[in-house]
């Protein structure tokens, strides 16, 4: 009788004891070169332990001692004990509180009196004193606001207009008006704009079509055009999926191509997620692996909020505390992808004559 090859699945077990071991061994190379991020990986870590219903297996009130030790007299939060202040690090705490429940333990006003002073009369965000603005912060400012329920203690208009000012030409995002469409940035800017209460000025169909275009013949997705291949990395499995989820248009990606890209980048013997088949895994693409996966809620992986990148149980219990918006989770009921062509309802001129060139699309 034939043996009938076992179907690819994630491998739980074995990344609820990767990351619980790269979290605890102090040693290690990876915790080593991680030190000036370590409230990050608490977030990447901890929520990919919530993603897999493992969240109890982490020691809660030492997890939100550390991340309270981090809080500097500014009210924003550094990457490490000791570190400066930093906006990335100051949405992470928020995140890694709320899943622990322990946002009462902060001050919200003092966080949120950091976060505002962080903002620039144009509306944009620096990421901290020393004054770089990237469309990045100004999510992280939204998505801290929204969590602490005090969006009322920021300019949201102002911010959502500068956000809206980096959109380019194919529909995408940069960092800055003028700056390159990238994946990552995307998310960015559809997220703050998600929470923002601006959605609807996306043009999602343009956008929409940037998105899907990520796709690469592997399953895998990419962050931009042009970049050299093998290009499709874990990480914008979210990038890409969530600002497609935010525009209901999450049904024009191959998600069991993208599945089966996701595991076969799986550590089957340690456990982890790597960027690409065959590397090294660690923590950020385990968690974004696993994000990517809620998508179809296969493989157990409950589903997220795509505006919050926090699991949407969590979400559920802060608006139920605070009368937050409901906004979109990753598993919705989007139309299937359009099998070819453009929808005649969106003809764009600078975007027809920058698609002259004939370009390559992945047939669904
Ligand atoms: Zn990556």
Not at 2 to 21: D, G, M, Q, T
Not at 269 to 285: Q, R, S, T, Y
Request: one cysteine or more; glycine letters at 12%.
């Amino acid at each position: 009788m034939k043996a009938v090859a076992s179907e690819p699945a994630l491998a739980r077990a074995l990344h609820r004891s990767y990351i619980l071991r790269v979290s605890s061994d102090t040693d290690s190379f990876e915790f080593q070169v991680s030190e000036h991020l370590r409230l990050s990986g608490v977030y990447w870590g901890a929520c990919a332990l919530h993603l897999l219903g493992e969240l109890q297996s982490l020691d809660a009130a030492q997890v939100v001692s550390f991340v309270r030790s981090c809080q500097r007299g500014c009210g924003g939060f550094g990457g490490n004990l000791g570190h400066d202040a930093h906006m990335l690090y100051t949405l992470s705490a928020v995140q890694v509180l709320a899943l622990f429940g322990a946002l009462h333990t902060v001050d919200a006003g003092r966080v949120m009196r950091y976060v505002a002073s962080l903002q620039r009369p144009d509306g944009s965000f620096a990421g901290d004193e020393w004054g770089e603005v990237d469309t990045r912060f100004s999510y992280c400012a939204l998505c801290c606001a929204s969590l602490l329920g005090k969006l009322g203690d920021i300019d949201v208009a102002a911010a959502v207009r500068y956000v809206r000012a980096c959109e380019n030409f194919d529909g995408g995002y940069g960092c800055e008006p003028g700056g390159e469409s990238h994946a990552g940035q995307v998310f960015t800017c559809v997220g703050a704009l998600a929470i923002g209460g601006e959605l609807g000025s996306v043009r999602s169909e343009e956008l929409a079509w940037w998105l899907c275009e990520r796709q690469t013949p592997g399953g895998g997705l990419n962050g931009r055009p042009q970049k050299a291949r093998p290009d499709a990395d874990v990480c914008y499995s979210w990038w890409v999926l969530s600002a497609m989820c935010l525009l209901r248009r999450d049904g024009w990606i191959d998600g069991e191509a993208l599945r089966r890209f996701i595991l076969s980048c799986q550590d089957e013997e340690e456990g982890g997620i790597a960027d690409k088949p065959g590397d090294l895994p660690d923590v950020f693409h385990t968690f974004f692996g696993e994000r990517g996966e809620s998508i179809h809620g296969t493989d157990g992986v409950p589903p997220i909020d795509a505006a919050h990148a926090m699991p949407a149980s969590v979400m559920e219990q802060l608006r139920a505390e605070q009368a937050l918006e409901p906004s979109r989770t990753l598993r919705g009921a989007s139309p299937p992808r359009p099998r070819r062509g453009r929808p005649s309802s969106v003809p764009h001129r600078r975007l027809q004559r920058a698609r002259a060139a004939p370009r390559r699309r992945q047939s669904s």
